[in-house]
């Protein structure tokens, strides 16, 4: 059959993919930008990818008749303060869309909403589910609370927060109820629901068989791991204030956590499992998806990571805008070295940052990490999915990997961090040489003055990096 995956660079997405393709379906992917689009080579000939931007209806045209079902897997959550409105066009656009092809079937991935009194984001989610029952094929709603697994944001937030911290002053919301369910279990229903008669239109709640508090589940990680924590929650912590403490904490982004702090007020327990029996899934307990979340981290096999996704960093922006570096009025640090083993220093190169760090003066990057964080950007704990590959589209650390290719030797990254500029760092290796550029294009006076401020520092970081990354003595 063919399968309209949407969201097909998110973290669901890219999970999903290779599922659907191992049942025998050709999947249509749609992307905003087909440069962030990455597919393992064993796939390709199945799949077609299609660029599309949900919030422009002209662009949907590229959608074919002739599918069979579809997923959608769009939120827009973090990537504005508007985002329930910029939610509903892209639902509106998309069933208008679908309605002029054969579809049969239509998944959608939402959040429990069985509240009263519903958080702005479940609101939005509860919109959209409305909007697409209304299309001319059969809709299935599967609403989900926590997803745990490697790379997710939930799990990620929560990893922050106990390792991080020995001791927690944390608000009320903590005590709030959820019902957490794995990656692998969602993936089971998305893939077992598809075209099954019995699931059309209707909604189910999906969760693991473990009903806890945030700060049971946090508790429950802490000792999975083997650390002593203690919490200790207070009434008087506002959800701004709180929205700053997740976000300085973790690696989320500002709009993230405050539309997390928002949500996590309103318990997300299930309203039962009859999808369960339906669909002959028993989902695993939170402990067992814990493991399973490790197993992935400590083998390097992250297959996707929120952290991947655009709504984790501040800027929006296509990879083709930006992957021919400019020239004309930018400010340029160049510095080449001689390289012994080309291999020993591309694997240097394409294992930078993260916990390996940027191999030279540290503590200012981090320092500079910091500063990103108290004005709103994305500061450098985003780290990186996988410590030794790079593709396009990958999040490092405040970069994001506008072009990665190994058998050329050139990384280009792009800042994601709050600059009165625009700023690149390419790596390029040469007639045995490593060229190293780093490029600011500043906006106005305020951009200029910048570069200037900072330039006594580059000629400590920039030069360190490039005589370490070249050392594989």
Avoid at 89 to 112: D, E, Q
């Amino acid at each position: 059959m063919r399968i309209l995956l949407t969201g097909a660079t998110g973290y669901i997405g890219k999970r999903l993919l290779p599922v659907l393709v191992n049942n025998g379906h050709h999947v249509i992917c749609c992307v905003r930008d087909v440069n962030r689009f990455s597919a393992p080579d064993s796939i390709k000939s199945f799949i077609d990818v299609i660029e599309v931007d949900f919030l422009k209806a002209e662009t949907l045209y590229n959608i074919p008749n002739d599918i069979d079902a579809a997923y959608y897997l769009i939120h827009s959550m973090s990537s504005s303060n508007e985002y329930e409105k910029l939610e509903e066009i892209a639902a509106v656009n998309f069933k208008n869309a679908l309605n002029k092809t054969s579809i049969r079937h239509l998944i959608y991935l939402s959040g429990i909403v069985n509240e009263v009194s519903l958080s702005k984001h479940l609101k939005s989610r509860k919109n959209v589910e409305d909007i697409l029952e209304d299309g001319q094929y059969k809709l299935t709603t599967l609403r989900a609370g926590i997803i745990i697994g490697s790379g997710s944001a939930s799990f990620e937030i929560i990893r922050d927060l106990v390792e991080k911290l020995p001791i927690m002053i944390a608000p009320k919301w903590l005590n709030t109820r959820c019902q957490p369910i794995g990656i692998r279990d969602v993936l089971s229903f998305l893939e077992k629901a598809l075209l099954n008669e019995k699931c059309f239109d209707q909604n189910f709640d999906i969760g693991g068989p473990d009903i806890l508090s945030y700060k049971e589940m946090l508790l429950e990680f802490a000792k999975f791991r083997k650390l002593k924590r203690r919490i200790y929650t207070i009434p008087i912590m506002t959800p701004k204030l709180s929205s700053y403490w997740l976000y300085f904490v973790t690696s989320t982004s500002y709009n993230l956590a405050i539309s997390l702090v928002d949500s996590m007020k309103i318990e997300v327990v299930c309203r039962n499992d009859m999808i369960n029996k339906i669909l002959n899934v028993q989902p695993e307990k939170y402990r067992k998806a814990l493991d399973r979340a490790f197993t992935k981290i400590d083998s390097n096999q992250i297959v996707s990571s929120w952290k991947d996704s655009q709504v984790s960093g501040v800027k929006r922006f296509n990879i083709s805008d930006f992957i021919d570096v400019p020239t004309f009025g930018c400010f340029k640090d160049i510095r080449q070295r001689e390289i012994v083993t080309k291999d020993k220093v591309i694997d240097k190169i394409w294992s930078i940052g993260g916990k390996n760090g940027w191999y030279y003066a540290n503590i200012l990057w981090k320092t500079r990490g910091l500063i990103d964080k108290i004005f709103g950007g994305v500061g450098i704990r985003r780290g990186r999915t996988n410590p030794t590959s790079l593709e396009s589209g990958d999040a490092l650390d405040f970069w994001r990997v506008l072009y990665a290719n190994k058998s050329e030797g050139r990384l280009l990254l792009f800042a994601e961090m709050k600059l009165p500029g625009e700023a690149w760092l390419e790596f390029k290796i040469k007639n045995n040489k490593l060229i190293q550029t780093a490029t600011f294009r500043p906006h106005g006076l305020l951009g200029r003055l910048y570069w200037y401020s900072v330039l006594p520092f580059h000629g400590i970081v920039f030069k360190g990096m490039i005589n370490e990354i070249t050392n594989t003595g």
